[in-house]
């Protein structure tokens, strides 16, 4: 009896409120993780390492596999107490008393990953009675963000932090699975008639690298005539004039989205 007392007098206190953050990020199936090296310009994606082995962290000596999939990557990191220790989850903390929940969502992926992004986006906020853990009552704000290889450099592998491709991830703690997917679902849904995509290849583009944005984030092949026809019909990008040359590869027109289509920004 007294346990179920102590249950129900802390359903009535005031909820446990934390700050949490998802981060994606552009790398490629059967990896190490995203892509931080061998870019063909500052803010494009390139290719990832192979590995045959569950994807653990950033590879500076990565070397590409053309060949495999575009994938988006999340950074996770392990618990290290009770509830769900072992398990890992979303990088988080709570709120501090003299800044901003942004600040906040900031502070607390910056001391677990070494990320940090040019921009945080609230996602939403997970209040759900069924969160609670032990009768006290849990509420997550959830910050998320694309961000680009220029910003992946600072990533440091460790044995409690780690990249996950989004396709392939453990089990995590609380809802964090149905959190992720609820940003997935955001990024899904935007991707197709906003400049979303040019938080991880740049303002500047090929349409290969577009499209590669474009399959990791829909998680589907996609085919590029089709591709580059459906994208130059619907108004949303101007070529720049400019060509990108890579290698040995023919120069490549560089795009870049029309300035009044940006209803993200």
Known sequence: MLGSANVSERATEPPDIGVSVVILALGRSGAQGPDSTNAPSAQSPSAQAASAQRPSALSPSAQGDRYARPALWIPLVRRIRQPFLGRWALPGGHPQANISLEDAARSALESTTQLTPRYLEQLYTFGDPSRSQGGLPMVSIVYWALIGATETTEFKEGDNVRWFPTTDLPPLAFDHREIIDYA??????????????????????????????????????????NFRRKMLASGLLEPTGRMQTTGRHRPARLYRYVAHESPHR
């Open 184 to 225: 997935l679902t955001r990024v899904r849904n935007k991707v197709a008639y906003t400049d979303l995509a040019t938080r991880i290849v740049g303002d500047e583009f090929t349409m290969s690298q577009l499209r590669e944005v474009h399959e990791a984030i829909t998680g589907t092949s996609l085919d590029p005539a």
